[in-house]
């Protein structure tokens, strides 16, 4: 049966089971938006393929699924690269399709050409330019298989217009088996084995999870091995929820702005069980400081990210699924292990760190009228239930929605980590809120980077995506004042927002709803109306101007040397 | 320490690219690389020489082998092996050193393959020690041109 390849790529998008993707158009690209308008999928159009690419991102991550997005050559192929570089820094799975100039002109320089398969050569898991229109649908189930299995990321396919335009025979899917790329799940049983080993000897245990545990759905065998061995977990920003934030084992985030006791715990542990996290910078501080006295295990699906930046005691090569439901059984079946004596094994380190914790709880000042960004956070947290899906920018709003809504549950907490990108959080609220129809979703917002993307407040509306936006506005470009204030003689050079535009009236040019708090006493009663209302809102808190991020590593220093509140 | 490592990979376009990209982005060192097919005409062999601790080096042949298109990556320095470079150098011969330099040339088992009446073009094939000395003892006569590959490497068979 000979089918157009605008044809044979929609059925492939169709057997991945793609609902939604997100998309714009041009020139090159039109066949293929012809034909997806008659076919099952929803095409949300953007109104900036960077929004196209976060909104996707976001659809992945709220459903674990694949997110999708599509765009036309030149321009609308560059504008994606920002989106699929925050992708691929925090491992998440996406299909990009972009367009490109028909084969025969490739490399003439033509009209809205560019090489985009070697601009995001460093930037995607893997990427390929279809030249032979009978390789369109093995190459985009490929892609697919690389970009969810492993360690997920990115996957752009460059799709020149004769390729969209041209016929071939419709193939069925064929298992694929890739000779090149065959990631490791299952764990060394020896290495399990000396793991756990570690494990029951460790007097002052620490466990240091990160986002491999929410891309692996590993919330639950984490939470069995905290509990069962009664570990205190503490969680990078892109680990938030895979450990319930509320449990008493939870030592919250650590790091730059983590909880003065995570940094602590960590700091003197003698083990330290990393799970799906990379020793990343913002994690460590400055690197030889970092868990000095601890054995370390690591649990990754990335050799690459084992001993890269810090000598693992115990690799593991794995699927942290996999690895912890091995650890887990292990001790099941270890007639010597007694839960009773781990228990009081463990006490004495629990007393270190409730001292820590009463010491420098997570905290803020209070100053009457004046809004304090951590209290809206809290009262988003109460009047939600903590139940809603939590999107940021980037910069003190990120660190303030981290460290104040506790975040029970994986997939709930959706933030630029590796990238951080300013301009993420709106596209990501709508592509979470058309991932999940039912759920409040929330975009905690600084008033600089919501303008980055401020336009989407028209996607929103055209696909009544009632995403609310809650505006921590400072008149900064807030982290990086804080930066300035702290390291520069408070010299605040190009982080004035002197202008911004009045954000009630913007809501309202796009039709949306918007609400502004200027006192203390008006925040709980902005977020329930916002909560009430069916349509987009933005929400307008006018915070405490030179508020700060606390605690605070300063960059390179070593994580127990933290500024506090 | 310098480590030479033999990477087994698909022969697409940009596979190369992939390959330079990731020492060029992680600023890993590439000192010389050399890359051919191999009988599979589906597969090519690429043989570079680096340099690093045995923590890059261990970063660089994790980061290889992450190339969807990186078949197999062995770093054979770990082992026995042999290595081999060719240089092809044009080196002044006038007439009171026509001689002396087939002297040279042949105390290497070199070859000479293009004449000419005031130079010769000869090669030089041999681990990167023999070239390096061949041009030490060539270059007072005067080089005019040089080209060299790479290094090619290969694992020694095992004895038993
Ligand atoms: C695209 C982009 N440009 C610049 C930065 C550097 N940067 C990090 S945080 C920040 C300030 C963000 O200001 P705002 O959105 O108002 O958030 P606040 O820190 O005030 O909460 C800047 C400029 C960035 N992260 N992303
Ligand atoms: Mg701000």
């Given at each position: 049966?000979?089918?157009?390849?605008?044809?044979?790529?929609?059925?492939?998008?169709?057997?991945?089971?793609?609902?939604?993707?997100?998309?714009?158009?041009?020139?090159?690209?039109?066949?293929?938006?012809?034909?997806?308008?008659?076919?099952?999928?929803?095409?949300?159009?953007?109104?900036?393929?960077?929004?196209?690419?976060?909104?996707?991102?976001?659809?992945?991550?709220?459903?674990?699924?694949?997110?999708?997005?599509?765009?036309?050559?030149?321009?609308?192929?560059?504008?994606?690269?920002?989106?699929?570089?925050?992708?691929?820094?925090?491992?998440?799975?996406?299909?990009?399709?972009?367009?490109?100039?028909?084969?025969?002109?490739?490399?003439?320089?033509?009209?809205?050409?560019?090489?985009?398969?070697?601009?995001?050569?460093?930037?995607?898991?893997?990427?390929?330019?279809?030249?032979?229109?009978?390789?369109?649908?093995?190459?985009?189930?490929?892609?697919?298989?690389?970009?969810?299995?492993?360690?997920?990321?990115?996957?752009?396919?460059?799709?020149?217009?004769?390729?969209?335009?041209?016929?071939?025979?419709?193939?069925?899917?064929?298992?694929?088996?890739?000779?090149?790329?065959?990631?490791?799940?299952?764990?060394?049983?020896?290495?399990?084995?000396?793991?756990?080993?570690?494990?029951?000897?460790?007097?002052?245990?620490?466990?240091?999870?990160?986002?491999?545990?929410?891309?692996?759905?590993?919330?639950?065998?984490?939470?069995?091995?905290?509990?069962?061995?009664?570990?205190?977990?503490?969680?990078?920003?892109?680990?938030?929820?895979?450990?319930?934030?509320?449990?008493?084992?939870?030592?919250?985030?650590?790091?730059?702005?983590?909880?003065?006791?995570?940094?602590?715990?960590?700091?003197?542990?003698?083990?330290?069980?990393?799970?799906?996290?990379?020793?990343?910078?913002?994690?460590?501080?400055?690197?030889?400081?970092?868990?000095?006295?601890?054995?370390?295990?690591?649990?990754?699906?990335?050799?690459?990210?084992?001993?890269?930046?810090?000598?693992?005691?115990?690799?593991?090569?794995?699927?942290?699924?996999?690895?912890?439901?091995?650890?887990?059984?292990?001790?099941?079946?270890?007639?010597?292990?007694?839960?009773?004596?781990?228990?009081?094994?463990?006490?004495?380190?629990?007393?270190?760190?409730?001292?820590?914790?009463?010491?420098?709880?997570?905290?803020?000042?209070?100053?009457?009228?004046?809004?304090?960004?951590?209290?809206?956070?809290?009262?988003?947290?109460?009047?939600?239930?903590?139940?809603?899906?939590?999107?940021?920018?980037?910069?003190?709003?990120?660190?303030?929605?981290?460290?104040?809504?506790?975040?029970?549950?994986?997939?709930?907490?959706?933030?630029?980590?590796?990238?951080?990108?300013?301009?993420?959080?709106?596209?990501?609220?709508?592509?979470?809120?058309?991932?999940?129809?039912?759920?409040?979703?929330?975009?905690?917002?600084?008033?600089?980077?919501?303008?980055?993307?401020?336009?989407?407040?028209?996607?929103?509306?055209?696909?009544?995506?009632?995403?609310?936006?809650?505006?921590?506005?400072?008149?900064?470009?807030?982290?990086?004042?804080?930066?300035?204030?702290?390291?520069?003689?408070?010299?605040?050079?190009?982080?004035?927002?002197?202008?911004?535009?009045?954000?009630?009236?913007?809501?309202?040019?796009?039709?949306?709803?918007?609400?502004?708090?200027?006192?203390?006493?008006?925040?709980?009663?902005?977020?329930?109306?916002?909560?009430?209302?069916?349509?987009?809102?933005?929400?307008?808190?006018?915070?405490?101007?030179?508020?700060?991020?606390?605690?605070?590593?300063?960059?390179?220093?070593?994580?127990?040397?933290?500024?506090?509140? | 320490?310098?480590?030479?490592?033999?990477?087994?990979?698909?022969?697409?376009?940009?596979?190369?690219?992939?390959?330079?990209?990731?020492?060029?982005?992680?600023?890993?060192?590439?000192?010389?690389?050399?890359?051919?097919?191999?009988?599979?005409?589906g597969v090519s062999c690429l043989t570079l020489v680096t340099r690093g601790d045995d923590a890059i080096v261990e970063q660089i042949t994790k980061q290889l082998h992450k190339l969807i298109d990186v078949i197999k990556v062995v770093d054979i320095s770990d082992s026995d092996y042999v290595e081999r470079e060719m240089a092809l150098i044009r080196v002044k011969a006038e007439s009171n050193t026509r001689a002396e330099v087939l002297r040279i040339i042949d105390i290497f088992r070199g070859k000479v393959v293009d004449v000419s009446p005031k130079s010769y073009a000869v090669e030089i094939t041999g681990p990167k020690s023999k070239i390096k000395a061949v041009i030490d003892i060539l270059k007072p006569i005067g080089i005019q041109e040089i080209v060299r590959t790479g290094t090619i490497a290969m694992a020694r068979a095992k004895k038993s």
């Amino acid at each position: 049966m000979k089918i157009t390849g605008a044809e044979a790529i929609v059925k492939c998008l169709e057997e991945q089971g793609v609902e939604v993707i997100f998309g714009f158009p041009g020139g090159v690209i039109i066949d293929l938006f012809d034909e997806l308008e008659t076919s099952s999928i929803t095409n949300v159009l953007v109104r900036h393929e960077q929004a196209a690419v976060h909104a996707a991102d976001a659809y992945g991550r709220v459903k674990g699924e694949v997110g999708v997005a599509l765009v036309t050559s030149g321009p609308g192929a560059t504008n994606t690269v920002t989106g699929i570089a925050s992708a691929y820094c925090d491992s998440i799975p996406m299909v990009v399709f972009t367009g490109q100039v028909p084969t025969g002109l490739i490399g003439n320089d033509a009209f809205q050409e560019v090489d985009i398969v070697g601009i995001t050569r460093p930037c995607t898991k893997h990427n390929y330019l279809v030249k032979d229109i009978n390789e369109l649908m093995p190459t985009i189930r490929e892609a697919f298989h690389v970009a969810r299995t492993g360690r997920p990321g990115p996957v752009l396919i460059d799709l020149p217009k004769d390729v969209v335009i041209g016929k071939l025979n419709y193939t069925k899917p064929k298992p694929i088996k890739m000779q090149t790329y065959r990631p490791t799940y299952e764990p060394h049983p020896g290495q399990i084995a000396k793991a756990c080993k570690a494990i029951l000897k460790a007097k002052k245990p620490v466990i240091y999870a990160g986002g491999g545990v929410i891309a692996s759905n590993s919330n639950k065998e984490l939470t069995e091995l905290a509990k069962k061995l009664n570990i205190p977990v503490t969680m990078t920003l892109m680990g938030l929820g895979g450990f319930p934030g509320t449990d008493k084992l939870s030592l919250g985030m650590l790091g730059m702005h983590g909880t003065y006791f995570a940094n602590m715990a960590v700091s003197q542990c003698d083990l330290l069980i990393a799970v799906g996290s990379r020793f990343d910078d913002r994690v460590t501080g400055k690197i030889d400081d970092f868990a000095p006295y601890a054995k370390i295990i690591h649990i990754d699906i990335d050799p690459t990210s084992i001993s890269k930046n810090v000598t693992v005691d115990i690799p593991i090569v794995a699927d942290c699924k996999y690895a912890l439901t091995a650890i887990n059984r292990w001790f099941d079946v270890q007639d010597d292990f007694d839960k009773k004596e781990q228990k009081k094994k463990v006490a004495p380190w629990f007393k270190e760190i409730n001292k820590w914790v009463k010491k420098h709880p997570l905290g803020y000042l209070e100053e009457g009228d004046i809004i304090k960004p951590q209290y809206v956070v809290q009262k988003l947290h109460e009047l939600t239930k903590g139940d809603a899906i939590i999107s940021t920018e980037v910069g003190q709003n990120q660190m303030w929605a981290a460290q104040f809504y506790h975040f029970n549950k994986p997939r709930h907490f959706l933030t630029s980590g590796g990238l951080g990108v300013m301009g993420y959080g709106f596209p990501a609220a709508i592509g979470a809120q058309m991932a999940a129809p039912k759920k409040t979703v929330i975009d905690v917002a600084g008033d600089g980077s919501i303008q980055m993307n401020i336009q989407e407040l028209a996607t929103a509306r055209q696909y009544n995506c009632p995403v609310k936006i809650a505006i921590l506005n400072n008149g900064y470009l807030g982290m990086v004042r804080q930066w300035q204030e702290l390291f520069y003689d408070k010299r605040y050079a190009g982080t004035d927002l002197e202008v911004s535009p009045d954000f009630v009236k913007l809501a309202e040019a796009y039709g949306a709803v918007g609400l502004r708090a200027t006192k203390t006493s008006e925040v709980v009663p902005v977020i329930k109306e916002a909560l009430k209302t069916k349509n987009v809102v933005v929400m307008d808190f006018v915070i405490a101007r030179e508020e700060g991020v606390y605690p605070m590593v300063p960059a390179g220093k070593a994580t127990t040397e933290m500024l506090l509140v | 320490m310098k480590h030479t490592i033999s990477v087994l990979l698909q022969n697409k376009p940009g596979v190369l690219s992939r390959v330079t990209g990731l020492f060029s982005g992680r600023g890993f060192n590439i000192e010389s690389l050399s890359v051919a097919e191999t009988l599979d005409s589906g597969v090519s062999c690429l043989t570079l020489v680096t340099r690093g601790d045995d923590a890059i080096v261990e970063q660089i042949t994790k980061q290889l082998h992450k190339l969807i298109d990186v078949i197999k990556v062995v770093d054979i320095s770990d082992s026995d092996y042999v290595e081999r470079e060719m240089a092809l150098i044009r080196v002044k011969a006038e007439s009171n050193t026509r001689a002396e330099v087939l002297r040279i040339i042949d105390i290497f088992r070199g070859k000479v393959v293009d004449v000419s009446p005031k130079s010769y073009a000869v090669e030089i094939t041999g681990p990167k020690s023999k070239i390096k000395a061949v041009i030490d003892i060539l270059k007072p006569i005067g080089i005019q041109e040089i080209v060299r590959t790479g290094t090619i490497a290969m694992a020694r068979a095992k004895k038993s």
